[in-house]
């Protein structure tokens, strides 16, 4: 039997990015989302939501552009850290130990040593409630060559990236593989 929980954020998993912009002054920011995910393949875009509280929400809204940055398990401590200061009271990148580096294509830096990172031109933004959703056409991915497959696209195991689980307060890194997508199309089709 089913047990109900009531209206809570307990989806699972979320991924952890750390979406960087930057501020009125030029400085680099950066701040660690749980709330986000691919919402359109054409054009490609994601979205994430984030608190009106928060100084990466002024930033994003002022410069119509983020970077959506995926940290490996091996961040985890850094991701997490610029998740719980504000770039109000600091410089979070070196706080963090990271490298901001300026797109070439969008108003906002990524971060050098996370493996993949999404450059994004706010196209949308939704007020819900306690959280407005951003939409980013993402018009560039950068990702380490020591992540990329054979077919030239990150791997899990090449990126190590993990998420978070809102009811335990806690991250996990991707595991095992056990099985491909769509299979049961392809059993369908070869009928």
């Given at each position: 039997?089913?047990?109900?929980?009531?209206?809570?954020?307990?989806?699972?998993?979320?991924?952890?990015?750390?979406?960087?912009?930057?501020?009125?002054?030029?400085?680099?920011?950066?701040?660690?989302?749980?709330?986000?995910?691919?919402?359109?393949?054409?054009?490609?875009?994601?979205?994430?939501?984030?608190?009106?509280?928060?100084?990466?929400y002024a930033c994003l809204a002022r410069r119509r552009a983020f970077t959506v940055n995926v940290p490996s398990a091996a961040h985890a401590d850094a991701a997490d850290l610029v998740?719980?200061?504000?770039?109000?009271?600091?410089?979070k990148f070196a706080a963090a130990g990271l490298t901001a580096v300026a797109s070439d294509l969008v108003d906002a830096p990524y971060v050098k040593e996370f493996p993949l990172n999404l450059e994004c031109r706010l196209t949308e933004s939704v007020k819900l409630g306690l959280h407005t959703l951003f939409v980013g056409e993402i018009v560039d991915v950068k990702a380490d060559e020591e992540v990329l497959g054979h077919d030239g696209y990150p791997t899990v195991d090449g990126v190590r990236p993990f998420t978070f689980v809102v009811a335990e307060q806690s991250y996990y890194a991707l595991g095992e593989r056990i099985g491909p997508a769509f299979a049961a199309k392809r059993k369908d089709t070869a009928a």
């Open positions: 039997m089913k047990k109900s929980l009531g209206r809570k954020t307990l989806a699972m998993p979320s991924p952890v990015w750390v979406v960087g912009t930057y501020d009125d002054a030029g400085m680099p920011n950066v701040m660690t989302v749980a709330w986000g995910g691919i919402c359109c393949s054409k054009p490609p875009a994601v979205s994430i939501a984030l608190r009106e509280a928060t100084y990466t998740g719980v200061i504000s770039g109000r009271d600091g410089d």
